[in-house]
Nanobody, 122 residues
């Protein structure tokens, strides 16, 4: 059974930090590109950060560059998002995403976690 389980969300003051984790199971984690998305109710889900299978060259949304760091530990099947200098506009549900394309086989596999809530408020 495929599972992506996020944790680490909560309430933090502006300027504070949180570290989100996403524990993966039921699929070959190290073969999947991984991302963090976030969503505010009634708004489109926004891509926050992505990382390739080996962890090289992560990419970030402009709104979080220099403040957030995405990383992964393939030995632990876990994805992380270190969030520093948090702002009220970072308040959202944060979702873990796994994706893999196998074009020669015409296959695309995608999985989503259920999310963890981050609230940034004084």
């Amino acid at each position: 059974q495929v599972q992506l389980v996020e944790s680490g969300g909560g309430l933090v003051q502006p300027g504070g930090s949180l570290r989100l984790s996403c524990a993966a199971s039921g699929f070959a984690f190290s073969y999947y590109d991984m991302s963090w998305y976030r969503q505010i109710p009634a708004k489109t889900r926004e891509l926050v950060a992505s990382i390739g299978t080996t962890g090289g060259t992560p990419t970030y949304a402009d709104s979080v560059k220099g403040r957030f760091t995405i990383s992964r530990d393939n030995s632990k099947n876990t994805l992380y998002l270190q969030m520093n200098s948090l702002k009220p506009e970072d308040t959202a549900g944060y979702y873990c995403y796994a994706g893999r394309s196998r074009p020669f086989y015409g296959q695309r596999s995608e999985y989503w976690g259920r999310g963890t809530q981050v609230n940034v408020s004084s």
